[in-house]
C-alpha cells in the first residue's frame, strides 16, 4: 500500500434540505503543502472545510487524516486527532485576553492546571509575538482592531499545533502590509510540514501562496491544478472571476449642475486621545456616484458613522440643507441617509425574507413587493433562499443581503462600507452592473468608501483619497490614475 496523504478527502457530500452544498468533492493535500479552494460566493467552499472539521456531518464521504477515518467525528475528537480551523468570521469570548484565549487553546480539555502551569504561559506569550500580538496581549478582543482579532484566530489554531490547518478567508478586509504577514505566516505552516487548506476571494493572494489551486461552483468540483492553470480555466473565468469592470461614460454635466446633497464641513472625530479624522471637507451632489477610497484605518467607517448620527463630531455635516447635528441615528435614517455597514448588523435569525421586510416596512405593500421583485432580479440567489436563516448563508450571501435590505428602505443617499469584502469578483461585476442601473432609473446618491480601486473607480463620478483621517486628494477617477500614480494601485488589494 503507498503511503496515505496527510489529508485525503473522497466523495463528501452534503445537503441541506434540497439544496445539494458540496457535491462529491475530493483532494488531497501532502504535509508541507497548500491547497487553495477558490469559487464564488455560495459554491460550499466553508461547508467543505465544517464537514472535514466535523461541525456539519456530511451525507456521504470520507475523509481520512494520515490514513485515519474521520468522517462523522464530533469536532473536538477530530481537533485533538490534529485539524484546527481559521474561521471566516470569528467569535471570541468577551471576557478573556488575548493571552487566555491562547492558554485555552493550548490546552483546551485540561483548564484546571492552565493558571499554574508556567510552561503554558511561556508557550502562549511565543504564540502571541510569533502573530505579532505581543504589545497587546493582556488587552481584550473587543478592543483590537480587524486585523489583530484575524490573528488571534491564527494564534489558537498554532496554539493546538495542528497537522492540518483550514483556514478560511484569511485576507478579507486586510490591508497589503497586513496581508503579507499573514501570508508570511501561512507559508511557515507550510515551512513546518503542516497540511493547509486556504480558501479566499483575494485571487492574487491565493495564487502567490498555493502549491495547487481547486475551484468549485454550486457544490461541485470545475476544475483543478495550479494556480495558474486554473484561472485560465474557461469556467472558473465565467463564473467566478468576470470581465473586466467597464469604465461607465456618463456625462459630468448631467452632476455638475446639481445641488449638493450632502456636504461635511471641516469634520473632526476623537476616539479618546487618537485623531480618527481632521479637517475633512466633501461633498455630494444629488445623483452623483463618489467614492472614498483609502485602507484600513483610514477613517472611511468613521466618517460614515458621522454621516449616520453614530459618532459625536466637531464640524458640520448637512443633509438635504438640513444640519444634521443632534438628530437620532434613526431620524437621519428616515431622512433617506441609509448606511449598509461593513459588518452587515443582519437579524441572523431571521429568514431572508424577514429581514428584506423589516427594511421596506415604511413602504406601502405593492411598493414593497415591487422592491422585493426587483432586488430578487439583482440577487437572484436571494430569491431562492428567502426561507433561510441569515445566520446560515455564506459569507458573501449575507452581504448581498446587506445590501439588498439597505436598497429596500429606498435610501435618497446609499452609503456603502466597502461592499467587497468577501465577494467574487463575478458578483462585484454584477453589483457594479446593478449600481449603473440604479442610477439610471432612480434618484438615488451613492457614498461608497473602498481600498478596493478597481471596484471604487469605475462607477465614480469623483473620488476622494483619504490618508490617516484627513483627505489628500480629490478629482475624478481619469486623473486618479495619473496623479496618484500606479503606485497607489498596486498597494492596494485586487
Ligand atoms: N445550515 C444551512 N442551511 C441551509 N443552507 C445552508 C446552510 N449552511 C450553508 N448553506 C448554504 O450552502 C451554500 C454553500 O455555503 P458556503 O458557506 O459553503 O459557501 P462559500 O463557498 O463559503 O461562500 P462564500 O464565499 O460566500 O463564503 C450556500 O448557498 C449557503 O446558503
Ligand atoms: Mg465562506
Not at 468570521?89 to 492552565?114: F, G, M, N
Request: net charge neutral; aromatic share 6%.
Amino acid at each position: 500500500m503507498s503511503e496515505a496523504s496527510r489529508l485525503s478527502v473522497r466523495g463528501l457530500t452534503k445537503r441541506f434540505g434540497g439544496l445539494v452544498a458540496v457535491k462529491d468533492i475530493g483532494f488531497d493535500i501532502e504535509a508541507g503543502e497548500i491547497l487553495g479552494l477558490i469559487g464564488p460566493n455560495g459554491s460550499g467552499k466553508s461547508t467543505v472545510m465544517k464537514l472535514i472539521m466535523g461541525i456539519e456531518r456530511p451525507n456521504a464521504g470520507s475523509v481520512k487524516v494520515d490514513g485515519t477515518e474521520m468522517a462523522g467525528w464530533a469536532p473536538h475528537r477530530i481537533a485533538r486527532a490534529g485539524v484546527g480551523i481559521v474561521f471566516q468570521h470569528s467569535r471570541p469570548l468577551h471576557r478573556q485576553t488575548v493571552l487566555e484565549h491562547i492558554k485555552l487553546a493550548l490546552l483546551p480539555d485540561s483548564l484546571i492546571k492552565l493558571v499554574a502551569d508556567p510552561h503554558v504561559n511561556r508557550r502562549a506569550r511565543e504564540i502571541a509575538e510569533r502573530v505579532e500580538l505581543g504589545a497587546v496581549m493582556h488587552r481584550h478582543p473587543a478592543t483590537l482592531p480587524f486585523a489583530d482579532l484575524r490573528r488571534m484566530e491564527m494564534a489558537k489554531a498554532i496554539a493546538r499545533d495542528p497537522k492540518v490547518v483550514l483556514v478560511d478567508e484569511p485576507f478579507a478586509g486586510l490591508t497589503l502590509a497586513e496581508s503579507e504577514s499573514f501570508a508570511a505566516l501561512i507559508r511557515s505552516f507550510r515551512a513546518e510540514g503542516r497540511a493547509v487548506l486556504l480558501v479566499d476571494h483575494n485571487v492574487k493572494s491565493v495564487a502567490a501562496l498555493v502549491d495547487r489551486a481547486l475551484a468549485m461552483y454550486l457544490g461541485e468540483q470545475i476544475a483543478e491544478g495550479t494556480a495558474e492553470q486554473v484561472m485560465q480555466n474557461e469556467t472558473v473565468r465565467r463564473v467566478y472571476l468576470g470581465g473586466k469592470i467597464e469604465t461607465r461614460e456618463r456625462a459630468r454635466s448631467e452632476v455638475v449642475s446639481k445641488p449638493a446633497i450632502l456636504e461635511v464641513e471641516d469634520l473632526g472625530v476623537l476616539y479618546g486621545k487618537a485623531r480618527a479624522l481632521d479637517g475633512v471637507s466633501l461633498h455630494v451632489r444629488e445623483g452623483e456616484f463618489v467614492s472614498v477610497v483609502g485602507l484600513n484605518g483610514a477613517g472611511k467607517t468613521t466618517l460614515f458613522n458621522a454621516i449616520s448620527g453614530f459618532v459625536p463630531y466637531q464640524g458640520a455635516i448637512r443633509f438635504g440643507g438640513q444640519n444634521l447635528r443632534g438628530m437620532s441615528g434613526a431620524a437621519i435614517a428616515r431622512a433617506g441617509v441609509v448606511q449598509c455597514p461593513e459588518t452587515r448588523e443582519l437579524f441572523s435569525d431571521m429568514t431572508v425574507r424577514e429581514n428584506l421586510d423589516l427594511g421596506g416596512y415604511h413602504l406601502a405593500e405593492a411598493a414593497r413587493s415591487d422592491q422585493l421583485t426587483w432586488l430578487f432580479e439583482l440577487f437572484p440567489i436571494l430569491k431562492s433562499r428567502q426561507r433561510q436563516t441569515a445566520r446560515t448563508l455564506s459569507g458573501g450571501e449575507q452581504q448581498m443581503l446587506a445590501i439588498a435590505r439597505a436598497l429596500m428602505m429606498q435610501p435618497r443617499l446609499l452609503i456603502l462600507d466597502e461592499p467587497t469584502l468577501g465577494l467574487a469578483p463575478v458578483i462585484l461585476e454584477q453589483l457594479s452592473k446593478a449600481l449603473e442601473s440604479l442610477q439610471r432609473t432612480t434618484p438615488i446618491t451613492v457614498l461608497l468608501g473602498e481600498q478596493n480601486v478597481t471596484f471604487a473607480l469605475p462607477h465614480a463620478d469623483r473620488v476622494y483619497v483619504l490618508e490617516h483621517g484627513r483627505i489628500v486628494w480629490e478629482g475624478d477617477p481619469s486623473s486618479f490614475e495619473r496623479e496618484m500614480g500606479r503606485g497607489y494601485l498596486e498597494t492596494v488589494p485586487v
